[in-house]
């Protein structure tokens, strides 16, 4: 499990946090494992399918990783075409988890979209 996480969570396993390693390895086990694995399988076939994002009408950010490992970046776009308004944006450098990854690119990211299409809008926020 130590040797997989990493993989799984970050883009380049230089960048993996030790301690959010840590938790993750020991909060797994081999009955946890399987729950993961369904989840994940879940998932994948989800987003083969598309999204239901009819109702969606506030303003929405969908941030991915280029390298994500477990959803492919598709499932993004596809939400993306499906969330009227929406923005989608892509690291091009970061795995499944940006906001672990480049926590400061996240946060800026978000707070521009904020600004932009939630403080200075007059669109409601749900």
Request: aromatic share 4%.
């Amino acid at each position: 499990m130590r040797a997989v996480v990493p993989s799984l969570l970050y883009q380049r396993r230089a960048r993996a946090d030790r301690a959010v390693i840590d938790r993750w390895v020991a909060s797994i086990d081999s009955a946890t494992l399987d729950v993961y694995a369904e989840l994940v399988n879940r998932i994948a076939c989800e987003t083969e399918a598309g999204h239901p994002a009819a109702g969606v009408e506030c303003p929405t950010l969908i941030i991915h990783g280029a390298h994500d490992r477990i959803i492919p970046v598709s499932a993004s776009r596809s939400l993306h075409a499906a969330v009227r308004g929406s923005e989608l944006v892509v690291h091009q450098r970061a795995g499944h988890c940006p906001q672990l990854e480049y926590p400061d690119w996240l946060v800026h990211t978000v707070v521009d979209f904020l600004r932009r299409r939630v403080i200075s809008s007059s669109t409601e926020v749900c």
